[in-house]
């Protein structure tokens, strides 16, 4: 589905990312784990071209998205992408935040859209916040509302950039049973993340990066219990 | 009133002595009242509150125009660089150079007589001239204003698949417009009072007024005060007028 060839990615002279081969199958869960500086957030936004890649080639469904002549955001509405800081837009309604993008992307009309943000809301159990704004939310709530605007786009994959990382420790749970649902569903996922437990849950595959390589992957059991090279054992000594 | 003034007036010019009162009266009523010169003052005070107004809509559509432009070059992808776009930065760059690195009064003086010398219509050139000058400020200022906001706000946007204008449209830019608002009313106060420069080409607006009736009186203290609390006042209500609709902005966020 996607696939990643050669993927070099530096700003200035510091080289973030070298040499990134890797293949994502529909249906994946891959998790993304390693200690920070390592370039897992950096591998994540090269997918949907916020960071543009320095070399290598990245294909979604046969085509070439790094190649300048591709519609960029065609592409990125086959991609959902939640953030780590929500991004939630301040200045709309929570419907707005979830409509715009379908409605100006022409997928839906208004009614259409409409409907469909409200089923989505119902189920994350946020439809009674439709005219809220996201000022008035909680941090969890932000979240899951977010994972809502991405679904909205009726996207093939979705990117999770760190989602629990900027949550209070009592939020966390609301937003990884969404994405434990999402993902019982059937849905594609990337995740880059801190919380070892949903990785080991409901990754079907672990990646653990270092130093801008991927230097080992497996299932979670293997990444877990059996970690090879010493880099991981230090790293999972340290967060487990 | 005008019988006290006449006798008071000839009192004054043969020397007589005068107590303060009948001073001030005189001179008040020669200033403002006499051959209804108050109605000069009230011409003045609505070709300031044109040249303004018309001011105001050049420079905010130059100011967004510009800054946009300028905002949309400096955040062009690595490698995707749009050379038009890149030549288009460059002019807008010296025109913001230009404007903001030469004075009001000399651009003013150019425009009237060398550029427009063969015009008649001095407002409509102090006005445009206004224009231009309040865009290059406008458009640093939204500038500004459009680098403020998270960039979270676009990346969020564009990771939707919205078009960049799109975003800037109608995430980026509301945001911005918010926050930038009181120093954009901070532009237009100085606009405002920087009307009272367009008479150096000919433009009837206040200073015009009272500048004419201080050569026919000989006496500048009244007309100059006058015109002097005219603007305060007209900035007075502007200022209120700008907190009304800051307020109501703020209350579409309820926080």
């Known amino acids: 589905m996607i696939d990643v060839k050669g993927l070099y990615k530096s700003f200035g002279d510091h080289e973030v990312l070298r040499d990134i081969n890797e293949h994502i199958y529909p249906g994946d869960k891959m998790v993304i784990i390693g200690p920070s500086g390592s370039g897992k957030s950096t591998f994540l936004r090269c997918l949907n071209l916020l960071e543009t890649p320095t070399a290598g080639t990245i294909t979604l469904d046969g085509q070439v998205i790094t190649d300048p002549k591709t519609d960029i955001d065609k592409v990125r509405r086959k991609m959902g992408m939640v953030f780590q800081h929500f991004n939630l837009f301040p200045n709309m309604t929570i419907r707005k935040n979830v409509t715009l993008a379908p409605v100006r992307t022409g997928l839906m009309k208004q009614a259409e859209a409409d409907e469909t943000a409200m089923a989505l809301l119902k189920r994350v159990g946020l439809e009674d916040k439709a005219e809220a704004y996201p000022a008035q939310l909680s941090g969890g709530q932000k979240q899951r509302i977010a994972i809502v605007r991405a679904l909205a786009m009726k996207p093939e994959v979705m990117l999770f950039d760190e989602p629990t990382s900027a949550l209070d420790p009592e939020m966390v749970g609301e937003v990884l049973e969404v994405m434990k649902e999402l993902a019982q569903e059937g849905m594609t996922m990337v995740v880059v993340t801190h919380e070892m437990g949903f990785a080991r849950e409901v990754g079907n595959r672990v990646l653990f990066m270092a130093d801008g390589v991927v230097m080992e992957q497996g299932s979670p059991e293997e990444i877990f219990s059996a970690p090879k090279s010493p880099r991981l054992q230090d790293f999972l000594s340290k967060v487990l | ?255």
């Open chain 2, 1 to 255: 009133m005008a019988e006290l003034y006449a006798q008071w007036r000839a009192m004054m010019l043969s020397g007589e002595a005068m107590s303060l009162w009948q001073s001030f009266y005189v001179r008040f009523y020669q200033a403002f009242i006499e051959a209804d010169r108050w109605k000069q003052y009230l011409g003045g005070m609505v070709t300031t509150l044109y040249t303004t107004a018309m001011a105001l809509v050049i420079g905010i559509l130059i100011g967004v125009i510009v800054a946009v432009i300028r905002t949309a070059h400096d955040q062009q992808r690595p490698g995707h660089r749009n050379p038009v776009l890149g030549v288009v930065n460059f002019i807008l760059k010296i025109y913001v150079t230009v404007i903001r690195g030469t004075p009001m009064m000399v651009q003013l003086l150019i425009m009237g007589m060398v550029i427009f010398a063969s015009s008649r219509n001095f407002t409509l050139v102090g006005a445009l001239t206004l224009g231009i000058n309040s865009g290059a400020y406008v458009s640093e200022i939204i500038r500004g204003g459009l680098m403020a906001v998270d960039a979270g706000q676009m990346e969020a946007g564009r990771s939707l698949g919205l078009h960049y204008i799109d975003t800037m449209r109608f995430i980026v830019i509301p945001q911005a417009v918010k926050a930038i608002l009181p120093s954009l009313g901070n532009e237009f106060i100085v606009l405002l009072k920087d009307t009272s420069l367009i008479n150096v080409i000919g433009g009837k607006e206040m200073l015009y007024a009272a500048q004419g009736i201080i050569s026919r009186t000989y006496e500048a203290m009244y007309p100059l005060l006058g015109i002097a609390l005219l603007y305060l006042i007209l900035v007075m209500i502007f200022s209120w007028l700008l907190g009304r609709f800051e307020r109501r902005l703020r209350q579409s966020d309820r926080r």
